[in-house]
């Protein structure tokens, strides 16, 4: 009888354990994402849907004329069952672009960019908060979007290309982090161990974003090109336009009574 009770005693025990975890995963609220937002000395955007309005590999891929059986493997691999780095593989076998067409691809299709990207950016820079691209996309295609909105080649974490001395097509580095699951949290957490950065915000369409933060001390959500189910419910702040951010910098932001809800 009294091994019964010990026993119940340990299963009541481990049940308010378990009951206890969500508060405990429970990480940041709308307001104080929006309060680090303010405060940030370091952000992090990702750049396919988010910076720039489409996707680069599937762009490249229909440049090529690939479009669409790259677009279908896009599909399975976010249905899972397939690594990051064999889902990047398996479309660029498929595209294999040589440094000509890559060339080609760059000078004909200028970067789409997000609406207020630029104007964004630029007052992150007033305020001397440092700003970097970290993409599963790759530097060749990054690099010009990086340009125009003045980020230093060193601010970005992204994949290479690699190519034969003829220019062909031969293969990516698989030594970026970038190139592999869980590689922009890695990323992340290199920068704020080489910066001591306290508030590092991080911003992006795709769940591999939102899995960054921790170890980003917050995360935004952003919708404006695509929105991804997983990532507005995940969110605690989730945004359809960069005025959003940017009103929130200046002070125009409207006070909103929903700040309270999450
Ligand atoms: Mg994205």
Redesign the pocket.
């Known amino acids: 009888m009294r091994f019964y009770q010990l026993g119940t005693q340990i299963f009541q025990f481990f049940q308010s354990l378990f009951r206890s975890l969500p508060s405990v995963k429970m990480t940041t609220t709308r307001a104080q994402t929006k309060e680090m937002w303010r405060t940030a000395d370091a952000v992090c955007f990702?750049?396919?849907?988010?910076v720039i309005q489409n996707?680069g590999i599937d762009e490249l891929a229909a440049f090529v004329g690939a479009g669409d059986k790259v677009s279908e493997l896009t599909k399975k691999a976010m249905g899972g069952g397939m690594t990051f780095r064999e889902a990047l593989s398996i479309r660029l076998k498929i595209i294999r672009p040589s440094i000509n067409q890559l060339t080609d691809f760059i000078n004909h299709r200028p970067p789409a960019l997000t609406p207020g990207i630029s104007t964004l950016v630029s007052l992150l820079h007033q305020r001397g908060v440092d700003v970097y691209l970290i993409?599963?996309g790759f530097r060749e295609l990054i690099e010009p979007v990086a340009k125009i909105l003045n980020i230093p080649n060193d601010n970005l974490f992204c994949n290479r290309i690699k190519f034969y001395y003829d220019g062909d097509y031969a293969g990516f580095d698989e030594h970026q982090p970038t190139s592999e699951s869980g590689g922009k949290g890695r990323v992340i957490n290199l920068l704020k161990s080489k910066y001591d950065y306290k508030k590092l915000v991080m911003i992006?369409?795709?769940a591999?974003?939102m899995e960054a933060s921790p170890p980003a001390d917050a995360f935004i959500g952003f919708g404006g090109n695509v929105q991804r189910p997983a990532v507005k419910k995940g969110a605690p702040w989730f945004i359809e336009n960069f005025q959003e951010l940017i009103n929130e910098l200046d002070g125009t932001a409207e006070d909103n009574s929903d700040d309270m809800e999450s």
């Open positions: 990702d750049v396919d849907s988010t996707e993409s599963g992006g369409d795709g591999t974003d």
